[in-house]
């Protein structure tokens, strides 16, 4: 059945809005001073978790206005997709300084945020390993279009152990994550999830050269990187020598 066109105008207007007043949210001095005082109140808990109260690249103790401000960002995040931030807190974490989410929280906010008709639906083909394939599919109440998205493990899976221990689990969160980033990424935008945090740590990762344990080695180690100097620069005089004779003969 066709969608009449006034009724999909009137939801994109009123998601336009809903986004203009969460935006508008901060510079409201009384929802401010709500989210401030609630920040407050959580920096003080006992229970708060450890990466919201520990540089996760110094692993120095933060300061309380630092633990403040970064509460503050999240209960920010709560609100604006209409979540108690008292449950938000324990669905994040944090790597080399960014801030992410839990792919199960961005799907629970896509079923609740996007106006779907329905929550988002997951099949799965009957492949395994990084073969296996979960089809994710949701339906927009505006204009009852089903948009469908394939996420194949092989292309997606990190290092994270629960791509061992659940793979089905998380390709569900990750596939409802890239769903969301194609066709609703107003939902979830500025957010990072555990799979962009995945990707960065393993991007961060370097491999260190052990340093030399004695005077021998460190003697050795010199000789090696002066011989391959040597090699590199006889094969671009090698080089040199090949192409200038070659013109000669042209």
């Known amino acids: 059945m066709a969608i009449p066109t006034t009724a999909i105008t009137e939801q994109k207007r009123t998601n336009n809005l809903a986004a203009v007043s969460d935006d508008l949210q901060l ?8 989210i401030l005082r609630l920040s407050d109140v959580m920096a003080d808990m006992s229970i708060l978790p450890d990466h919201l109260k520990i540089d996760s690249k110094t ?34 974490y944090m790597v080399a300084g960014k801030l992410g989410y839990q792919g199960k929280l961005i799907a629970a906010v896509v079923n609740t945020r996007a106006g ?5 639906h997951y ?20 204009t009852n279009i089903t948009e469908k998205l394939a996420v194949r493990l092989g292309d997606v899976k990190t290092t994270n152990d629960m791509w061992k221990k659940d ?43 052990p340093a030399p344990a004695s005077l021998q080695d460190l003697t ?3 000789a090696t990187m002066q011989q391959q100097l040597e090699s590199t620069d006889h094969f671009d005089e090698t080089i040199a020598e090949s192409i200038a004779g070659e013109e000669e003969t042209r």
């Open 220 to 222: 050795q180690h010199i």
């Open 116 to 120: 779907l008709v329905d929550r988002l």
């Open 167 to 209: 793979p089905n689990q998380k390709l569900v969160y990750t596939g409802s994550i890239k769903w969301a980033r194609r066709y609703c990424p107003e939902v979830i935008l500025g957010v990072m999830t555990d799979d962009d945090l995945d990707a960065i740590a393993a991007s961060s990762a370097r491999v260190v050269r």
């Open 59 to 92: 692993k120095a103790a933060l300061s309380r206005n630092q633990i403040r401000a970064n509460l503050f960002r999240i209960v920010n995040q709560a609100l604006r997709w209409g979540f108690d931030p008292f449950s938000i807190i324990d669905e994040t």
């Open 27 to 34: 510079f409201d001095s009384d929802k401010l001073d709500q």
């Open 123 to 142: 099949e799965f083909n009957d492949k395994a390993g990084d073969d296996k394939v979960i089809i994710v599919s949701g339906t927009f109440a505006a």
